[in-house]
């Protein structure tokens, strides 16, 4: 099975993003421990005998440092190969930026939190209910519309956008099919190839995915739950072929019925025209072919300033669905579904979530298909 991530890098700006990526990932142990320090700080403004009823919760900031300390290990054995995720294209490039130039994302730090709480539903054991929840109903479908008795599955291509840390996609070519990832975001990107590259142990290493979610804890301890990844072998592994793209969904993928299944989970709401994506998932199946989407309707870019962004209900998505030329032949609500939840938090989140299989549609026009 092969496993890569493969991008095309045109312009100098898309370089620059990528060196701030690592250099955010870089910064992450600095500006964990400000963020502690802030709070330390805090604690030597207030009256003596505060601070000695505080006694175990400045204790505890200690011991926040140290899973900090475990997490920021992490992160140089991940960035020593990230620069050959596109095949070496940022150091060979001919241009005088180096990685020392750029800067760090002002969000980046939130999106170096939410990639450890991925591993966690992705390649841990602790994420195997999630994965349950979300994952397997996907998986079971697409086994059920190409039986391994009636089909080669390496001949049946799968495609998985908004792949995120690559486990949908790795699970699907385990079952023999061939399977592409798309990913959008960077910060995935570097970390999914760490992961399918180079982990070459199970429970190869430990993080604390909710050290920084200091809300909500019943306890101390449960903010530093750790958990070890992966809890399976990704290579080598019999399988379908396997990849993942680098790139923007709608950008990425253009031609028309080129595959036989696309799988969404969690992604259809990422957009900000939903209707856009529906639009392009049916364009590039081939006719007869089946999209299987789980996830709920979250709409990402609908509270962002300066964003076109639409959220049309499910009812009314469904007859979208239809009329771009999609017959819906199942469709199941109140699908329960969490996304990288702390099972220990005071607050659990908990999505009613959709899933359905919609095919498309081939129309017999004077003996030939129109569709």
Same mark, same amino acid.
């Given at each position: 099975?092969?496993?890569?991530?493969? %991008?095309?890098?045109?312009?100098?700006?898309?370089?620059?993003?990528?060196?701030?990526?690592?250099?955010?990932?870089?910064?992450?142990?600095?500006?964990?421990?400000?963020?502690?320090?802030?709070?330390?700080?805090?604690?030597?403004?207030?009256?003596?005998?505060?601070?000695?009823?505080?006694?175990?919760?400045?204790?505890?900031?200690?011991?926040?440092?140290?899973?900090?300390?475990?997490?920021?290990?992490?992160?140089? &054995?991940?960035?020593?190969?990230?620069? *050959?995720?596109?095949?070496?294209?940022?150091?060979?490039?001919?241009?005088?930026?180096?990685?020392?130039?750029? @800067?760090?994302?002002?969000?980046?730090?939130?999106?170096?939190?939410?990639?450890?709480?991925?591993?966690?539903?992705?390649?841990?054991?602790? @994420?195997?209910?999630?994965?349950?929840?979300?994952?397997?109903? &996907?998986?079971?479908?697409?086994?059920?519309?190409?039986?391994?008795?009636?089909?080669?599955? !390496?001949? &049946?291509?799968?495609?998985?956008?908004?792949?995120?840390?690559?486990?949908?996609?790795?699970?699907?070519?385990?079952?023999?099919?061939?399977?592409?990832?798309?990913?959008?975001?960077?910060?995935?990107?570097?970390?999914?190839?760490?992961?399918?590259?180079?982990?070459?142990?199970?429970?190869?290493?430990?993080?604390?995915?909710?050290?920084?979610?200091?809300?909500?804890?019943?306890?101390?301890?449960?903010?530093?739950?750790?958990?070890?990844?992966?809890?399976?072998?990704?290579?080598?592994?019999? %399988?379908?072929?396997?990849?993942?793209?680098?790139?923007?969904?709608?950008?990425?993928?253009?031609?028309?019925?080129?595959?036989?299944?696309?799988?969404?989970?969690?992604?259809?709401?990422?957009?900000?025209?939903?209707?856009?994506?529906?639009?392009? &998932?049916?364009?590039?199946? !081939?006719?007869?072919?089946?999209?299987?989407?789980? @996830?709920?309707?979250?709409?990402?870019?609908?509270?962002?300033?300066?964003?076109?962004?639409?959220?049309?209900?499910?009812?009314?998505?469904?007859?979208?669905?239809?009329?771009?030329?999609?017959?819906?032949?199942?469709?199941?609500?109140?699908?329960? *579904?969490?996304?990288?939840?702390?099972?220990?938090?005071?607050?659990?989140?908990?999505?009613?979530?959709?899933?359905?299989?919609?095919? !498309?549609?081939?129309?017999?026009?004077? @003996?030939?298909?129109?569709?």
């Amino acid at each position: 099975m092969s496993e890569k991530v493969q %991008g095309v890098v045109e312009h100098n700006e898309e370089r620059e993003y990528f060196f701030s990526v690592l250099n955010t990932f870089s910064s992450y142990r600095e500006q964990s421990l400000l963020r502690i320090k802030s709070k330390e700080r805090a604690i030597s403004t207030l009256p003596g005998h505060h601070k000695d009823w505080l006694m175990e919760y400045i204790k505890d900031l200690s011991s926040f440092k140290e899973c900090i300390e475990t997490n920021s290990k992490l992160i140089p &054995i991940i960035l020593k190969e990230a620069q *050959t995720i596109f095949g070496n294209i940022y150091c060979t490039d001919g241009t005088s930026h180096s990685e020392t130039e750029v @800067g760090t994302l002002s969000e980046g730090l939130d999106k170096v939190q939410s990639v450890f709480k991925q591993l966690m539903r992705d390649w841990s054991s602790m @994420g195997a209910h999630e994965r349950q929840q979300c994952y397997q109903p &996907i998986i079971d479908e697409i086994e059920l519309q190409f039986p391994n008795n009636q089909f080669d599955r !390496k001949m &049946i291509n799968v495609l998985v956008p908004g792949a995120g840390l690559g486990r949908l996609a790795f699970e699907i070519t385990m079952r023999g099919f061939s399977c592409e990832g798309n990913e959008f975001n960077m910060f995935m990107l570097v970390v999914s190839y760490f992961v399918l590259n180079l982990c070459k142990k199970v429970d190869e290493f430990e993080i604390f995915p909710w050290i920084h979610q200091y809300c909500n804890n019943l306890k101390a301890k449960h903010q530093m739950i750790s958990v070890k990844f992966p809890d399976v072998r990704p290579m080598p592994t019999p %399988g379908g072929p396997f990849s993942m793209t680098a790139g923007d969904f709608l950008d990425v993928y253009k031609n028309h019925d080129e595959w036989h299944c696309v799988a969404t989970c969690f992604f259809i709401d990422c957009a900000p025209n939903v209707v856009q994506f529906v639009e392009t &998932i049916y364009n590039i199946l !081939k006719p007869g072919g089946v999209w299987i989407n789980l @996830g709920p309707l979250l709409y990402h870019y609908s509270e962002l300033k300066n964003e076109k962004s639409i959220e049309p209900s499910f009812e009314v998505l469904c007859d979208i669905i239809k009329s771009i030329g999609f017959e819906m032949e199942k469709c199941k609500t109140g699908v329960k *579904t969490k996304y990288c939840q702390n099972p220990e938090s005071m607050l659990q989140y908990e999505y009613d979530s959709v899933f359905f299989v919609c095919r !498309k549609n081939i129309r017999i026009v004077n @003996g030939e298909g129109d569709y």
